[in-house]
């Protein structure tokens, strides 16, 4: 897939455009200056070495972590003020690290409560339209979160952040602990919501997985965008590595 | 017979500790703070039924709504006025925090109220009824069955209700709850009113039959830390069980040891569960 290509007619409408961003943890600064962008329907692939900041960029689009410095525009709007509450309402929707559900409460009250500001028949619409992508778990509505495997917890948080039918969703290594399968099953997923016109930022330690369901690729090392590229690029292999370490 | 009577009036006052300790578990299962005052918080509702009943000659009917309704409000305020702001301090600050709360709400009381022991009257709701050879005193059922039915329904509130997934939704993970537009803040400072509004409908109730004073709230945060610590951390089913166990437990050492021992026994049962089953008689591993 080459930049745009199958993304229509939203190609080129600029979605998330993220401006010399700072943030970090307390005193300790983590990013130093991000600048990317992802526009409508794109699927945008963000890799880069442990520790490189990926996790605490999204925590930062989504509102958890305070921004030092820099500027996020989502759909033209700017998120300054928006904490993680308003960031999801405009669509701008996290899936955290490591499958994490609530295990305490049944799949579908996981759900639900994904959709819980929303009026009760969309929200059981919504909640429909989620579990679509996961029959496995749709067979599972009655249990408990907290019953299912680390594969099936994984789906279970993709679904969530889809009930808030998000306009760019960012996934956080969503393969991380799933076997090979499950893995394709659930970027499988990211492939169907390119096809109907949902953006998605997508980390990933599995280099050739993420790409090979990319438009594009950023990298990011020591809280720098240090490679933006085309998926479709040849010898990104290459070019990642020297990226990585600074050659 | 003489046993069954006692066990009985184990399990009515076992209700009323399952009560105000499915507050006490709410609170600490939602936001890993101890509040040192929740037995402060029970004394206080008890003189509110002393106040209603001597000044305005009003029963249960309204003291216990009552209590119910000013622990809400207390819950909330103590919330925001200060549990919100120790909370992002140290742990120490966090103990401390609660602790001097439960100091100066003993004091204000001892204060106003004197140190005298107080109680209502015995049979406030009647005379004592016998049934197949037990003594039902209805101040003591009322109480008991009243506690049971609450915790109960705090239970089904928790787990079947859409603000009770908020609620432990917030309690099991805060980012992941603001991430699906859940802000913590409100579901926290429910939870504390929630949570002491089971001591208002508890002190209300256990005022019926227990002698009031404003150092009874010791031991009543006593009980509840030990029905918390068997029941399992932030477990209503858990406190419901240790609370309703526990009452027994003291029921029976007061009959068989003397009245006199009866804290030294929950204490060192308390000690025995921390030992043998630091997650609790319930609790998982
Ligand atoms: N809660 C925290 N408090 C302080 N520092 C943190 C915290 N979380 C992460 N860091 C630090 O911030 C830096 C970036 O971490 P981050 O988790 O964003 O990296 P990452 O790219 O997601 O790595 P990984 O591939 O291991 O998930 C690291 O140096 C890490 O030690
Ligand atoms: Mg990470």
Redesign the pocket.
């Known amino acids: 897939m080459t930049e745009g290509s199958a993304a229509g007619a939203h190609a080129d409408k600029e979605l998330l455009a993220v401006h010399a961003l700072e943030a ?3 005193k ?1 600064g ?1 990013l130093h200056g991000v600048t990317l962008r992802v526009a409508a329907g794109e699927v945008v692939a963000l890799l ?10 999204l ?1 930062t689009l989504s509102g958890l972590l305070p921004r030092t410095a820099g500027e996020v525009r989502f759909d033209g709007r700017d998120m300054r003020d928006a904490g993680p509450r308003e960031a999801a309402r405009a669509g701008l929707v996290h899936v955290v ?1 490591g499958h994490r559900v609530f295990t305490q409460i049944s799949v579908n009250d996981n759900l639900l409560l994904a959709g819980y500001d929303l009026p009760r028949g969309e929200r059981a619409a919504r909640v429909d339209e989620a579990l679509s992508f996961f029959p496995e778990i749709a067979a599972k509505r009655l249990d408990r979160g907290g019953a299912l495997s680390g594969g099936q917890q994984q789906m279970l948080a993709v679904a969530q952040g889809l009930v808030r039918r998000p306009r760019l969703l960012m996934l ?2 969503p393969s991380a602990g799933l076997s090979p399968v499950l893995v394709d099953r659930v970027l499988d997923v990211v492939t169907r919501l390119r096809a109907q016109g949902t953006a998605v930022l997508l ?1 990933e ?1 599995l280099i050739d997985k993420a790409l090979a369901v990319s438009d594009r690729v950023y990298a ?1 090392a020591q ?1 720098q965008v240090v490679l933006s590229a085309s998926a479709a690029e040849t010898d990104l292999h290459h070019r990642l590595e020297r990226a990585y370490f600074g050659a | 017979m003489i046993l069954g009577q006692v066990v009985l009036n184990g399990f009515l006052v076992g209700a009323v500790y399952a009560l105000f300790s499915s507050g006490l578990t709410l609170i600490w299962g939602m936001m890993n703070v101890v509040n040192f005052a929740h037995g402060d918080f029970v004394m206080i509702a008890m003189y509110v039924a002393f106040v209603v009943f001597t000044a305005l000659h009003l029963g249960p009917a309204v003291f216990v709504p009552l209590a119910a309704v000013l622990l809400f409000l207390l819950g909330v305020l103590v919330y925001f006025s200060l549990v919100r702001h120790v909370m992002r301090g140290p742990m120490l600050a966090q103990i401390l925090g609660t602790f001097g709360l439960a100091l100066v709400l003993r004091y204000a009381t001892l204060w106003v109220f004197s140190a005298n022991f107080v109680s209502l009257p015995d049979n406030l709701l009647g005379p004592v009824v016998t049934v197949a050879g037990l003594r039902l005193e209805p101040s003591r059922v009322v109480a008991g069955l009243a506690a049971l039915t609450l915790t109960i329904g705090l239970h089904l509130l928790l787990t079947r209700t859409a603000l009770g997934s908020r609620l432990l939704a917030v309690a099991e993970d805060r980012n992941a709850a603001m991430l699906v537009g859940i802000r913590p803040d409100p579901m926290q400072a429910l939870a504390w009113g929630i949570g002491a509004a089971c001591t208002g409908v508890a002190g209300a109730l256990i005022a019926l039959f227990f002698y009031i004073s404003p150092t009874v709230g010791e031991s009543l945060a006593l009980i509840a830390f030990v029905v918390v610590c068997l029941g399992g951390f932030g477990s209503v089913p858990g406190a419901l069980v240790a609370g309703l166990l526990i009452g027994v437990i003291e029921s029976l050492s007061a009959f068989w040891i003397g009245p006199a021992n009866k804290d030294v026994v929950v204490f060192i049962l308390f000690l025995a569960v921390l030992w043998f089953r630091p997650q609790g008689l319930l609790g998982k591993a």
């Open positions: 970090g943890y307390g300790i983590v880069g070495p442990n520790g490189a900041g990926k996790t605490t960029l925590r690290e956080d290594e980390v330690q990011l809280g």
